[in-house]
């Protein structure tokens, strides 16, 4: 194939995350007029978020089971017509909440979050075995690369939600609906572009690689850890995200911030560091960069709870830049380390790594962190006035895994009260802040594990001689390479496989 078509490719690969990014952010945005709008809980509103993750799961696992048979560009039609459909499910809410009430409005979004996360799995089936394919010298440095796509989109939904979404709105308010669709506009340009390219097999299928011999790869210890490590990884980037604008809304609103400026700027510090990971990580190998990332993580989450329980202000934007950089190269760096020490797992590994951190985060994280801030909230409520917590408590109880029920807040009380001025309202605000401050604490738990994760990686990797490429040799046999190529000379060697 010539450089002219892997740069489309590669392109349209790129926009599938910028769409995917940018109906995330303005979704986590949209989150306080659904609730105000329909009465939900936090822990309904993490369930929705929830559905718009737990798909992608689904499909990235399903569909890398046959990626390398059916073709790449098949399932990127797929996810095309997929996140067109979800659209038009997502904005058919307000009527059905008109004729039927609140239940069945949330099945409409969680529908529509669903069929929105099965596109999102759909592409990165595909995304992530044809970068590798693309680009099989220096994986790790590309998929990074592509995966400035998802902040780039966070950047722009980011800033779209800033002045179209909302009270607040700096530019013209926008019915909801309306900023949910803006997403379509990438969508409609990466389909344009699959629609008329031809696109390479896969490097399992170019070395006649057969299914069972991917499937023997999940025989192997290190793969089946990375697995696990991945799944946390799931938890604490995109549970974290789907929650951030929420949490920190009040607290960023006294120094006249809107919270989704924090998102967009954690996002543009992602977008600008992942051009930098083939350089880093030459000097540092992928599991040292993973260490050091899940340290600043877990010390920036830790940090944004604490300040947010004070005066906050601009103390949380600092927390924000120490977590920013901390999940800056988690998700790529994973599928890049899978990409260059198990080739022969082709699709059906990168696609079970995507497929477990999604469903980490929609299964786990989006609920699990809306459902600690119902715990955490109601119970501050509950200490400071009783009364007022049987007020706004919502009728339906809710879970998590094995931990108990909790009543959470009905959204639209705690939207009227404050609407109106009622003197209970501050309490209530208060509550709900502790409970986003103490959500923040807890999850940062999960990247302190993921440092003890990598740091096992790195001693294992160190007793055995060193982390090195693993290439799929005559035979379909892989043996190590003995040398990770830099970023130079990686961008060499692709280019003159280009010009052949």
């Known amino acids: 194939?010539?450089?002219?078509?892997?740069?489309?490719?590669?392109?349209?690969?790129?926009?599938?995350?910028?769409?995917?990014?940018?109906?995330?952010?303005?979704?986590?945005?949209?989150?306080?007029?659904?609730?105000?709008?329909?009465?939900?809980?936090?822990?309904?509103?993490?369930?929705?978020?929830?559905?718009?993750?737990?798909?992608?799961?689904?499909?990235?696992?399903g569909f890398s089971l046959f990626a390398d048979r059916v073709g790449y560009r098949l399932l990127l039609i797929g996810a095309?017509?997929?996140?067109?459909?979800?659209?038009?499910?997502?904005?058919?809410?307000?009527?059905?909440?008109?004729?039927?009430?609140?239940?069945?409005?949330?099945?409409?979004?969680?529908?529509?979050?669903?069929?929105?996360?099965?596109?999102?799995?759909?592409?990165?089936?595909?995304?992530?075995?044809?970068?590798?394919?693309?680009?099989?010298?220096?994986?790790?440095?590309?998929?990074?690369?592509l995966h400035a796509g998802w902040p780039g989109g966070l950047i722009l939904g980011g800033l779209l939600a800033f002045g179209f979404v909302g009270e607040t709105a700096r530019v013209a308010f926008l019915r909801w609906e309306i900023p949910m669709m803006f997403f379509l506009v990438p969508t409609l340009w990466y389909g344009a572009i699959v629609i008329k390219e031809k696109f390479p097999i896969s490097e399992a299928r170019a070395a006649g690689i057969r299914f069972s011999e991917m499937l023997a790869e999940f025989a192997?210890?290190?793969?089946?850890?990375?697995?696990?490590?991945?799944?946390?990884?799931?938890?604490?980037?995109?549970?974290?995200?789907?929650?951030?604008?929420?949490?920190?809304?009040?607290?960023?609103?006294?120094?006249?911030?809107?919270?989704?400026?924090?998102?967009?700027?954690?996002?543009?510090l992602m977008f600008v560091l992942r051009f930098f990971a083939g350089p880093i990580v030459d000097r540092i190998n992928p599991l040292g960069l993973l260490f050091v990332s899940a340290l600043l993580a877990c010390a920036g989450l830790y940090t944004m709870g604490t300040v947010l329980a004070g005066s906050a202000g601009w103390w949380l934007l600092v927390a924000a830049t120490i977590y920013g950089v901390g999940k800056t190269f988690f998700w790529p760096t994973m599928?890049?380390?899978?990409?260059?020490?198990?080739?022969?797992?082709?699709?059906?590994?990168?696609?079970?790594?995507?497929?477990?951190?999604?469903?980490?985060?929609?299964?786990?994280?989006?609920?699990?962190?809306?459902?600690?801030?119902?715990?955490?909230?109601?119970?501050?409520?509950?200490?400071?006035?009783?009364?007022?917590?049987?007020?706004?408590?919502?009728?339906?109880?809710?879970?998590?895994?094995?931990?108990?029920?909790?009543?959470?807040f009905d959204g639209s009380i705690v939207e009227r009260l404050a609407r109106e001025g009622n003197p209970d309202s501050p309490l209530v605000e208060e509550a709900s802040d502790y409970g986003g401050q103490m959500a923040l604490k807890i999850t940062a738990g999960i990247p302190a594990t993921m440092a003890v994760g990598y740091l096992i990686l790195l001693l294992y990797f160190r007793a055995i001689g060193g982390y090195q490429l693993v290439e799929i040799g005559p035979g379909g046999k892989e043996h190590e390479t003995g040398h990770v190529p830099t970023a130079k000379e990686a961008i060499y060697i692709d280019s003159r496989a280009d010009q052949a």
């Open 1 to 61: 194939m010539s450089g002219h078509s892997n740069r489309n490719i590669f392109w349209a690969s790129f926009l599938t995350l910028i769409a995917a990014g940018m109906g995330f952010a303005i979704r986590g945005k949209v989150l306080g007029e659904w609730s105000s709008a329909f009465g939900f809980t936090k822990t309904d509103l993490g369930t929705i978020t929830g559905g718009g993750l737990v798909g992608m799961a689904f499909t990235i696992i």
């Open 80 to 145: 095309f017509l997929l996140h067109v459909s979800s659209a038009a499910v997502t904005v058919a809410a307000t009527p059905i909440f008109e004729l039927a009430g609140q239940r069945p409005t949330y099945f409409c979004l969680w529908i529509g979050m669903f069929m929105f996360s099965l596109a999102n799995g759909m592409c990165e089936a595909a995304i992530n075995p044809l970068v590798a394919t693309l680009y099989p010298k220096q994986k790790t440095h590309y998929l990074n690369i």
């Open 220 to 268: 192997a210890p290190v793969l089946l850890f990375l697995l696990v490590l991945h799944a946390l990884v799931g938890y604490v980037e995109l549970g974290t995200d789907s929650w951030i604008t929420n949490i920190t809304q009040s607290k960023l609103s006294v120094i006249g911030i809107d919270s989704v400026l924090l998102l967009v700027y954690t996002a543009g």
């Open 335 to 408: 599928l890049g380390v899978v990409g260059e020490r198990f080739p022969k797992g082709g699709a059906l590994a990168m696609g079970s790594m995507g497929g477990i951190g999604m469903l980490s985060a929609g299964l786990l994280g989006g609920p699990g962190i809306g459902y600690t801030q119902d715990v955490y909230a109601s119970a501050k409520l509950q200490q400071l006035a009783p009364s007022v917590y049987e007020t706004v408590k919502a009728h339906e109880v809710n879970s998590f895994l094995f931990f108990g029920p909790v009543s959470g």
